[in-house]
């Protein structure tokens, strides 16, 4: 087996570190009454989805590097709405309009895992679509 190169190592950390930061946060939100919400249940199975999907992509990113950033920014798709749900209740109330278990207390929430998961998808979103800007030439030997 050859050695790997430096991009597809970077989108393999990118990958598992988005599964990290998704698991450690979902773990908050799991056993409460946010998982059964009309809204909020729904932004948690896309969150549930989207980790697989970046495992999958993890495993992919090694043999198959645009497939795996297909399938990474799929995933990107399918957790952004959850951080931002966690960042933001305020416009989500605002456009999705009905009733909630719990009063607004403010629009606006800032929450450090949130803030580092969206960093960590906007992390792999750049090297995913850089994946398919580069072009690999293969190597004589």
């Not at 570190?17 to 799991?30: E, M, P």
């Not at 309009?97 to 949130?114: D, I, M």
Request: include cysteine.
């Amino acid at each position: 087996m050859g050695k790997f190169s430096k991009e597809r190592m970077w989108q393999a950390i990118a990958c598992l570190a988005c599964t990290a930061v998704l698991w450690i946060h979902l773990q908050d939100y799991g056993a409460s009454d946010f998982r059964g919400g009309w809204l909020t249940g729904p932004l948690v199975k896309m969150a549930d989805f989207g980790s697989l999907f970046f495992l999958l992509a993890f495993v992919l990113a090694f043999f198959f590097r645009r497939t795996a950033a297909t399938i990474a920014l799929a995933a990107t798709l399918l957790c952004f709405p959850f951080y931002l749900y966690i960042l933001m209740p305020g416009p989500y109330r605002w456009i999705f309009k009905g009733e909630y278990s719990a009063p607004l207390s403010r629009p606006f929430y800032w929450n450090g895992w949130a803030v580092v998961g969206v960093c960590s998808l906007l992390f792999v979103t750049i090297i995913s679509v850089r994946s398919y800007s580069k072009v690999q030439l293969a190597s004589p030997d």
